[in-house]
């Protein structure tokens, strides 16, 4: 059984010399600030531009299907995973988390502070459109889930969260459900946290699409934007509870140990990774057992390949989520013809027979071996 198992995703810029086409990212409105500032950085760092259309994360999904952007920022990872189930993203990297809550003007002069509030008599009440805006979206989930849905009637609904806070700061609503980090982005308005949607965290992530021309471009963004020494600090600036983050790295060197039967197999793909995705892979080839052990001695590869699942069980609490790529049988083999009629694991054991095994510690095949022959 093959399994391979990692640490980190990387990308890089294009190949020295070749001229860069623009970048067409679609962005979630509410991130427009901190995702503007690291734009304009990456462009003056990399030379490479980016042209950002904002709208409401369920709008900006919908434009996929008829349009191809180079990258997607939704607001929450839910639309993120619908533009992957129907095929529009590629791979996806983790930004940080947000979450709702009620936001008021200054002062909350209204006195709300709990869901219930909302169906106050009296009280003009703004939301996200369901069908448009992330935090609509989620809005309803959680009013379904608390039993507030049902006969709600919000004064008004907007298509983007920026426009909710908006709204409390002209004084046209007394409440809005909105995330966090916007309402840090508005003076004149108050945050209200509740049980309700601290308990549901929202993750952003950052996707590049099927669709781009620019695949190691657009890869390359979003490792700046999602960098620990880039992108990150500036959504940190503006309220978002980041994730760790790799280091930024132009071009990023991951260090692959890898069983050393797998290599003709995987020698292809680590070339066509390398092109797409902007990295240096260095591979280390030996035994799994010699692996494993280097490893154990502290030794840290960025991923694994390993031949047989027994060896990725053995250092597993190290990666992420192995993955099954393959299964192979063991067979035995003999000179052409079977000049020994050898047929069978006892026939092994006849007078004259020159057997050869795998080390039953240095390798995942000498390992199995020795399971086979004592069972």
Known sequence: MLLAGLLTGCSKTGEKGKEHADLVMFCAAGMKEPVSKIVGRFEKEMGIKVQLQFAGSGTLLGNMKVSSPDIYLAA?????????????????????????????????????????????????????????????????KILEKNGFWKGFKPTVTFPTVNELANAIKLGTVDAVILWDIISRQYPEVDFVSLPEFDAEKKDVTIA??????????????????????????????????????????????????????????????????????????????????VLVSQMKAGEQPDAYFSCDRKFMAQVDDRFEKSTVVSANEMVMIVDKGNPRKIKTLEDLTKPGIRLGLAHPEKSALGFLTKILLEK
């Open 208 to 289: 590049v699409t099927k669709a781009t021309s620019h695949p190691t471009e657009a890869l390359q963004f979003c490792r700046y934007l999602t960098a620990r020494d880039k992108g990150l600090p500036v959504f940190k600036n503006y309220g978002f509870e980041i994730s760790k983050g790799d280091a930024w790295a132009k071009e990023p060197e991951i260090l692959l140990y890898s069983g050393a039967m797998l290599r003709p197999a995987i020698q292809q793909s680590i070339a066509n990774f390398e092109k797409r995705e902007g990295v240096k892979i260095n591979p280390v080839y030996n035994g799994c057992g």
């Open 76 to 140: 929450d990872s839910s639309y993120t995973d619908l533009a992957r189930e129907n095929g529009l993203v590629a791979e996806t990297m983790l930004v940080g988390w947000m979450k709702a809550g009620i936001g008021v003007p200054v002062g909350n002069p209204k006195g709300i502070t709990k869901l219930g509030d909302l169906k106050r008599k009296g009280l003009r009440v703004g939301i996200g459109n369901p069908e448009a805006a992330s935090i609509g979206k989620f809005t309803k």
